[in-house]
């Protein structure tokens, strides 16, 4: 199958590698996105995904570093270990939403001018065709009184709405790619999924490439293009959304999907993976699921699996789902 990001995607992250002073807690990440494409972020807390995300907004925390690897967007260099070309892209090429929206504006000023900010300073836009715009994100993203929000300052609002507002604020720009960062999860389980579909709505409307960063598979599920698995600061699966909620060829991915509650299961049938994701920095076997992982074998504890996308099993794994003659004659007979 032709990959929908080969040639010349928008955002390719290849190798990357970030370290703490402790050690490394981004290792050997590898995806691509292509333009126009969702690519849905997934894996346990604490596997790097913010860490992964921050990176390729040029957001890290001083205490981390790229050690290793590069980011490319629209295939100039933007990030090595020796180069951040990030600060000139952020806002106008590249847009960042993070999981909090309360840190996002100042607290002192209105949020409408806060929405419009990067049209008025990046691209000259007047005060008017900056409110006029302001209005209609907020609108398309559900808000029903879009002038009241703009006219409110922060704490006025509610998480949803101002969760909303800075969504409007990343998009005013029509950045080329965002990156999300469990955009709603600050916010109320009701409200959550309504910003989320409206937020993907929009994107898809307005032609934005987006990585997001989210545990509801449900939702990628339904809007993503492909996704991506982490697992202890590694890509382990990347590929389209059928594939790999349909057919995981990662272990973990796998386990992962197996512990889920899905409507079409019965209780007794859902399995836990046992163990606990390794915290990072912190020692990791060669394979970092090897402990946790029913198919380890020695060569699990000797040899890092890596896979280099564009890949065709688009797996970190020495032996992937599937593999085993027992995966065939277990296939067969469910
Ligand atoms: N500046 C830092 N120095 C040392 N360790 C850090 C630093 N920043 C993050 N970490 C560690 O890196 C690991 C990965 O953090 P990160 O926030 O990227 O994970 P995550 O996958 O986004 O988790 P969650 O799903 O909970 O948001 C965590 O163990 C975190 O404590
Ligand atoms: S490389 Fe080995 S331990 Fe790691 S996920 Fe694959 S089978 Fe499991
Ligand atoms: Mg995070």
Redesign the pocket.
């Known amino acids: 199958m032709k990959d929908p990001a080969a040639g010349d995607p928008l955002l390719a992250i290849d190798g990357l590698r970030i370290a ?1 002073r ?1 050690g490394e ?1 981004v290792r050997a990440a590898d995806l691509a996105v292509g333009r126009r494409e969702v690519v849905g972020l997934f ?10 995300g921050l990176g390729v907004v040029g957001l890290l ?1 001083p ?2 570093r790229v050690t290793q690897g590069e980011i490319r967007i629209a295939g100039r260099v933007t990030v090595s270990p020796s180069l951040d070309e990030t600060s000139a892209l952020r806002g106008v090429q590249i847009g960042f939403i993070p ?1 909090d929206p309360f840190s996002s504006f100042n607290p002192l000023r209105r949020v409408g001018p806060q929405i419009g900010r990067v049209l008025r300073l990046h691209h000259g836009a007047s005060r008017r065709a900056t409110e006029t715009k302001a209005l209609e994100l907020l609108s398309a993203l559900g808000v029903t009184d879009p002038r009241g929000v703009a006219a409110s300052f922060p704490h006025e609002l509610s998480g949803g709405l101002l969760q909303r507002a800075v969504i409007a604020a990343t998009l005013i720009g029509e950045p080329e790619l965002l990156i999300a ?2 955009p709603t999860t600050a916010l109320d389980v009701v409200v959550q999924n309504q910003v989320l579909l409206a937020f993907l709505r929009l994107v898809r409307e307005l032609g934005t490439a987006l990585l997001i ?1 989210t ?1 509801d598979l449900g939702v990628l599920a339904e809007t993503a293009d492909r996704l991506a698995a ?1 697992y202890a600061g590694s890509i382990v699966e990347f590929g389209p959304v059928s594939s790999v909620l349909g057919k995981p060829r990662h272990p973990y991915v796998g386990a992962l999907l197996g512990s889920m509650v899905r409507p079409s299961r019965k209780q007794q049938q859902l399995s836990v993976i046992d163990g606990q994701p390794p ?3 912190g020692y990791l076997e060669p394979c970092a699921f090897a402990p946790r992982c029913s198919r380890a074998q020695p060569r699990c504890y000797s040899e890092e699996p890596t896979y280099k996308w564009p890949a065709s099993s688009g797996a970190a794994c020495h032996f992937p789902l599937g593999s085993f003659p027992e995966d065939r004659a277990s296939r067969v007979t469910q």
């Not at 807390?45 to 913010?50: A, L, N, P």
């Open positions: 703490a402790e807690i894996g346990e807390s604490g596997c790097g995904k913010t860490t992964l925390d205490a981390l999981q960062d469990e960063i545990h982490m915290s990072l920095p």
